[in-house]
């Protein structure tokens, strides 16, 4: 069974740095991209870029670049999302998931995972 | 690029059908058959529920139904039941975005 575990909630300050992450189980975690979703509290869904865990290779959406870093590290199958300094607009529900490509192109998603709840406020 | 435009709301009765429009422009929802739909009960995570348009992975009621036409695409729910009130958001392929769009986001309500 295809399954992505995420971190638990998180609540930090402004400024500070955070790190949460994404453990995929059940299938082969360096042949598929995993993806990391927004939704901020009452909101949509938005893209914030995708990542390979086999060579780490990225795409950043363009709102999200330089405000977030993601990572992998394949021997444990766990992808991570990663900020230096957040701020309160940075408060949001965050999934992962696993993107089905096809030509380079996402096609749709197919797993998700649980979600992480960030909250930043002083 | 904006968002899918979605309604808001929607609602229906039990089993009555409701269909939920998601419309974008030749650039997305209308040059390419990616369009996905996802659906999202309260506090838990999306979960896919039809993708290319109008395919439906393992386990999907048939109840539920994709088609599209133009650069609009519609999910059709079909024999309303009380577990279908919950967000419905539509995907598609964005041609030189390669991370896609989703809808706004349509909120379902079984009356």
């Known amino acids: 069974e295809v399954q992505l575990v995420q971190s638990g909630a998180e609540v930090k300050k402004p400024g500070e740095s955070l790190r949460i992450s994404c453990k995929g189980s059940?299938?082969?975690?360096?042949?598929?991209?995993v993806g990391w979703v927004r939704q901020m509290p009452g909101g949509g869904l938005e893209w914030m870029g995708i990542?390979?865990?086999?060579?780490?290779?990225?795409t950043y959406s363009p709102s999200f670049q330089g405000h977030v870093t993601f990572s992998a590290d394949k021997s444990i199958n766990t992808a991570y999302l990663h900020w230096n300094s957040l701020k309160a607009s940075d408060t949001a529900m965050f999934y992962c998931?696993?993107?089905?490509?096809?030509?380079?192109?996402?096609?749709?998603?197919?797993?998700w995972g649980q979600g992480t709840l960030v909250t930043v406020s002083s | 690029q904006s968002a899918l435009t979605q309604p808001p709301s929607a609602s229906g009765s039990p089993g009555q059908s409701v269909t939920i429009s998601c419309t974008g422009t030749s650039s997305d929802v209308g040059g390419y058959n990616y369009v996905s739909w996802y659906q999202q009960h309260p506090g838990k995570a999306p979960k896919l529920i039809i993708y290319e348009v109008d395919e439906r992975p393992s386990g999907v009621p048939d109840r539920f139904s994709g088609s599209k036409s133009g650069n609009t695409a519609s999910l059709t729910v079909s024999g309303l039941q009380a577990e279908d009130e919950a967000d419905y958001y539509c995907?598609?392929?964005?041609?030189?975005?390669?991370?896609?769009?989703f809808g706004g986001g349509t909120k379902l309500t079984v009356l």
């Open positions: 998931a696993r993107p089905i490509m096809f030509r380079g192109i996402i096609v749709n998603i197919d797993f």
């Open positions: 059940g299938y082969t975690f360096t042949d598929y991209w």
């Open positions: 990542i390979y865990p086999r060579d780490s290779d990225t």
């Open positions: 995907g598609s392929y964005a041609g030189s975005n390669n991370l896609g769009l």
